[in-house]
């Protein structure tokens, strides 16, 4: 199979199964109906939802399930067919299912939400106009925004005084939400180990880009600390959409990377992806 392929087949599949996790984790929570974070609350913040009765009903509490319910029946198809004109309606109702989700919700689109949307359009324009240009441009793409967002918050915490002490490690894991009370007890009375795993975490992000400038063994290394990252934070913190989400950009990455260094030598196997290059 062609190596673009492959990369695509890939992308397409973790996708998928992220946007599958996605929408199991909102149809199983369960939150008051009038809580501040409730439609009758947030309509307020879109005025215009309320003049146009359609926009009015999708964004209801029934209305989100029924998008929802549609959103995971989107992302299943969109794992077992690679036929056109199937796939590219899944996509369309994917990005706008997530579009929708954005303006429901109090904080717009989180870290995943921004991921999963960025990587649905890019495959709706593959699968839109599927030529090798296209896929160049789709894949170059996901990973300037993989790098950029690595970048932004590297650097971000790199100039954070919480973060370069140690605190604002251990101060995650005291959160209520996606604390760890193991990892606030660890951290807390080791602030020494906070401030060294703070160091690695925000030096590994902030020069993520250079790895793609970098010899092979580099860039596999940057990779594989990417994905020992995700896994830990999906873990430790619960965020298995933020693992899936930019594990899947990983698979672009490793093109762009072929590209830049025109075919450098290795093998990398994840799931049915296997590349050998000359």
Not at 87 to 109: D, E, Q
Not at 124 to 141: A, E, G, K, P, Q
């Amino acid at each position: 199979m062609n190596i673009q392929l492959e990369i695509l087949s890939s992308t397409k599949l973790i996708c998928g199964i992220c946007c599958i996790v996605y929408a199991l984790e909102k149809l199983l929570y369960k939150k008051p109906m009038h809580d501040l974070l409730s439609w009758d609350v947030l309509q307020l913040r879109h005025p215009i939802f309320i003049k146009i009765p359609i926009f009015d009903k999708l964004c209801s509490d029934n209305g989100i399930k029924i998008i929802t319910v549609i959103f995971l029946i989107a992302s299943l198809i969109s794992i077992i067919t690679d036929l056109t004109f199937i796939i590219i309606p899944c996509y369309f109702s994917i990005a706008l299912s997530l579009l929708i989700f954005s303006a429901r919700s109090a904080y717009g689109m989180d870290g995943s939400d921004q991921v999963i949307f960025i990587i649905a359009t890019c495959l709706l324009l593959v699968y839109i106009h599927n030529t090798i240009i296209t896929r160049d441009i789709v894949f170059s793409f996901i990973s300037l925004q993989l790098l950029f967002s690595y970048f932004i918050s590297g650097y971000a915490k790199l100039t954070a005084k919480v973060w370069r002490n140690g605190e604002a490690l251990f101060g995650i894991m005291g959160n209520d939400i996606y604390g760890n009370t193991y990892g606030y007890n660890l951290l807390s009375k080791n602030i020494r180990i906070s401030r060294l795993l703070s160091w690695i975490v925000f030096c590994w992000e902030a020069f993520f880009f250079v790895s793609i400038f970098c010899n092979q063994e580099v860039f596999i290394s940057f990779i594989v600390i990417g994905v020992l990252f995700h896994l830990t934070n999906a873990i430790i913190m619960g965020l298995n959409t933020f693992f899936l989400a930019f594990i899947s950009c990983y698979f672009p990455l490793i093109h762009s990377y072929l590209l830049l260094h025109g075919h450098a030598v290795f093998t990398l196997q994840v799931f049915d992806l296997q590349i050998l290059i000359k």
